[in-house]
């Protein structure tokens, strides 16, 4: 038996001589597992329901010998969102390292797991500032890296030759994630909780804020979150980590599609419902402030544009990045 990730049933935590027992004396168990794991044993290998872990079979599938013959699909109780994400977060926090940046999403996150936290960014950037301020507040134990233009550098020559799209926002978030992973990776830990997720699952762009069907937007950018899972984990993997996301416990979406989606922001203010659970753990401020863009906040795309200037490519970020990854200076490292 191999095992990527973990593994729970039924809400409690399996080990791996759990897991064994299970596979060989109740194999019809595996289809109600929860947690995030890539499984293979006997001939057959197993994704988490929502495939958070990558591997080479479909995501919530069974498949033995090449066939499919089953589903991931756990059914836990149904709980409020408040209990829900109070689970989720429980059952990844036995290892692992929180990435903070000050925001609702991993604030929360990291005050419930109550892990050691590291934030990455530009010196004097709006994450690093606000991390150090909640993290303070919150008496986390985080550690602020400070990241040069040398860090991006090897960032971006890491990342542009594994990411699907290497587009300038997905380059620069990659580079950030990167960042993070190598860091957690420095301080030995595999398992990085994040706050991923949250915006799609309760409205945090700002373009919830205008338009209608507010329940097509929510459908449509929950559908995209297995691209940027890809994107996401194959970075970590470059690290030898991977990324552990509360927000996506089957538990959590389900209780956050129970909500109308019309009442994800109110008075311009994105994730609403989050934000109301949120402040009954976490100091209102941070429950209600509204940070950047991590590729923003952590001044890695502005470090990225520059680049491209130097390079001579004034008007297109995407045309440096293009150069990058055609001319072979990302496998050499250049």
């Known amino acids: ?120 960014g530009r010196a004097g950037s709006h994450d690093l500032v606000r991390a150090s301020l909640a993290a303070d507040a919150m008496h986390l134990d985080c550690t602020c890296i400070e990241v040069t233009h040398d860090d991006i550098r090897e960032g971006l020559h890491a990342v542009i030759g594994v990411i699907p799209e290497p587009t300038p926002v997905n380059t620069a978030i990659a580079i950030t994630q990167y960042l ?11 398992r990085v909780l994040t706050g991923q997720g949250a915006d799609e699952l309760f409205g945090g762009y700002a373009r919830y804020r205008t338009g209608t069907d507010p329940a097509a937007r929510l459908a449509r950018d929950f559908a995209g979150l297995a691209a940027q899972g890809l994107r996401d984990q194959s970075v970590a993997a470059l690290n030898g980590t991977y990324l552990s996301q509360p927000f996506l416990d089957v538990r959590v979406v389900r209780a956050a599609r129970s909500l109308p989606a019309s009442g994800m922001v109110r008075d311009g203010v994105g994730k609403w ?62």
């Not at 990730?5 to 399996?14: K, M, N, S």
């Not at 993070?180 to 595999?190: I, Q, Y």
């Open 1 to 120: 038996m191999e095992l990527k990730g973990w593994v729970e049933l039924d809400g409690i935590l399996l080990s791996s001589r759990e897991l064994e027992t299970l596979l060989h004396s109740e194999p019809g168990s595996v289809s109600r597992f929860g947690g995030e794991f890539f499984l293979s044993w006997d001939g057959c290998m197993a994704r988490d329901h929502f495939g958070i872990i990558t591997g080479p079979c479909p995501a919530g599938t069974i498949v033995c010998e090449g066939k499919n013959t089953g589903n991931i699909s756990p059914n836990p109780p149904v709980l409020s969102l408040d209990e829900a994400i109070v689970t989720a977060v429980r059952l990844r926090s036995t290892e692992g390292v929180c990435a903070f940046s000050g925001g609702v999403d991993s604030s929360l996150v990291a005050f419930l797991a109550q892990r050691p936290c590291i934030a990455i």
């Open 180 to 190: 993070v992973t190598r860091s957690a990776s420095e301080l030995g830990h595999e």
């Open 273 to 334: 419902p989050l934000r109301e659970v949120a402040a009954r753990h976490i100091p209102r401020e941070i429950a209600w402030y509204r940070k950047k863009a991590m590729q923003y906040g952590t001044g890695v795309a502005k470090v990225l544009q520059g680049f491209a200037r130097d390079k001579g490519y004034k008007r297109s970020l995407q045309r440096y990045l293009d150069q990058i990854r055609t001319s072979g200076e990302a496998r050499n490292g250049i």
